[in-house]
């Protein structure tokens, strides 16, 4: 059997997201226990508008057919932070066509920096990453950074993933993209054009133009990267929620779906299969034997997904921390929840992804399957109904979460 390509399995829901955003309204993963909103303690980014504020764009250059690269006046774009986000190579070319139609401009102040695209009457925006609410995002603030934000609703300004992209189509079914290259919390405002309001460093706007949205969007896969075609399983119907324990639960919810002759391809196994929360590890008394389960549930041609937090339990002893710890894996930002703490691993390339790797291919030998670190790190964000979902999981507040995960078996 072929295995998945970890981040091209990711790239479903990112991708989607991206593009167009997501219709999520109250549907978040521990909605069920209440509907309630949660609160929302951290800050947002300043939504002030200052329009005269504005200056065009110093640098406009041309990447490609319909394809752009605005900065502000004054930036250096050669000492600018290197993309995350855009992977094909670049050959810029200052100057744009006379025909390009779209600018950009600029307002750099000593703590922030705004870039805002005009647009036309009657055209409609889409995007702004994985949010709550309708597709429709005009007059829409959302914020890039990202949380598991318990029981949300569709006015909740930011959710598991951040992508500071938006996506304009005209009246006449031209459209345009802007990207906002930049990792810093960002706010996106749809309530006058497209606006990117950032705390960081000063940042590039990608703009790519085409006669439809279509095209737009392969422009933007072309830039970013394209996805590799997932299993065909993988597109089948997923049964999954906060979660089925012990083994055998999970073994009825199997037989069920067939006896039932309910189609499923795929069932979903959430934390409460672990030793403490301890990523890496099973729980004895209630997963004897993960490896003969795997089987069993294939033999039922059911796959498996054995979700993994990104967030490692800080506990001296605990084989996953020491190693983490001896070969200083971390990154500074710790967070309350689990017993002692949550450390994150780091992300560099070869170092910090050999010690994931390593951990990943002797967890995929007793378990019987692909287990994949979720992907998109978040910070679970306690609100109203925390008391509720602490009951069923002590991690709650404040925990080390993500914004996705995947596994193949």
């Known amino acids: 059997m072929k295995r998945l390509n970890v981040i091209c399995f990711l790239k479903i829901p990112i991708f989607l997201s ?16 209440s509907a309630q909103k949660p609160k929302f303690e951290d800050r947002v980014i300043d939504a002030s508008f200052d329009e005269k504020a504005l200056r065009p764009a110093g640098i406009r250059q041309s990447i490609g057919s319909g394809m752009a690269r605005f900065a502000a006046e004054g930036v250096d774009i050669g000492s600018l932070p290197a993309s995350l986000a ?44 994985e949010i709550a609410g309708p597709l429709l995002r005009n007059g829409r603030i959302t914020q890039t950074w990202n949380y598991d934000a318990f ?18 189509v005209g009246p006449d079914g031209r459209a345009f993209g802007a990207l906002a290259d930049t990792t810093y919390r960002c706010l996106i405002d749809l309530s006058r054009g497209i606006r990117f309001k950032t705390e960081g460093h000063p940042f590039a706007v990608y703009v790519l ?4 949205p279509q095209e737009v969007l392969k422009k933007l896969a072309a830039s970013t990267g394209t996805m590799s075609l997932p ?11 906060w979660s089925y324990h012990p083994e055998s639960k999970v073994r009825e919810i199997a037989e069920e779906f067939r006896r039932r002759g309910i189609p499923c391809d795929v069932i979903w196994l959430d934390i409460d299969y672990m030793d403490g929360f301890r990523i890496f590890t099973f729980d004895r008394n209630q997963f004897p034997n993960p490896k003969a389960l795997n089987a069993d549930l294939r033999s039922l041609r059911f796959h498996t997904v054995w979700m993994i937090d990104p967030g490692v339990k800080k506990e001296p002893g605990y084989f996953v921390y020491d190693q983490g710890s001896r070969g200083d894996h971390w990154v500074g930002l710790q967070r309350r929840g689990l017993a002692g703490g949550v450390r ?10 050999r010690l994931v790797g390593r951990t990943l291919r002797r967890f995929h030998g007793p378990g019987g399957g ?14 109203p109904n925390e008391d509720h979902a602490r009951g069923q999981c002590p991690s709650w507040r404040g925990s080390a979460r993500a914004g996705n995960a995947c596994s193949v078996s």
């Not at 991206?18 to 226990?33: D, Q």
């Not at 100057?95 to 009657?122: K, R, S």
């Not at 029981?151 to 992508?163: G, N, R, T």
């Not at 692909?370 to 609100?383: K, S």
């Open 86 to 129: 855009v992977t094909a190579p670049i050959r810029a070319k200052n100057g744009l066509p006379e025909d390009f139609g779209i600018e950009v401009y600029f307002h750099d102040a000593p703590d922030d920096h705004t870039a805002f695209v005009p647009i036309e009457p009657g055209t409609s925006l889409y995007g702004t990453g």
């Open 344 to 353: 994150f691993p780091g992300f560099h390339p070869a170092r910090d992804a």
């Open 18 to 33: 991206s593009v167009v955003g997501l219709m999520l309204i109250s549907a978040g993963r521990h909605s069920y226990l």
């Open 209 to 212: 133009a085409g006669r439809s």
């Open 231 to 241: 299993p065909r399983w993988a597109l089948g119907y997923h049964q999954c929620r």
């Open 151 to 168: 029981a949300y609703d569709k006015d909740f300004p930011q959710l598991y993933q951040s992508h500071p992209w938006a996506l304009a």
């Open 370 to 383: 692909r287990c994949v670190e979720r992907h998109e790190r978040a910070v679970d964000l306690p609100g």
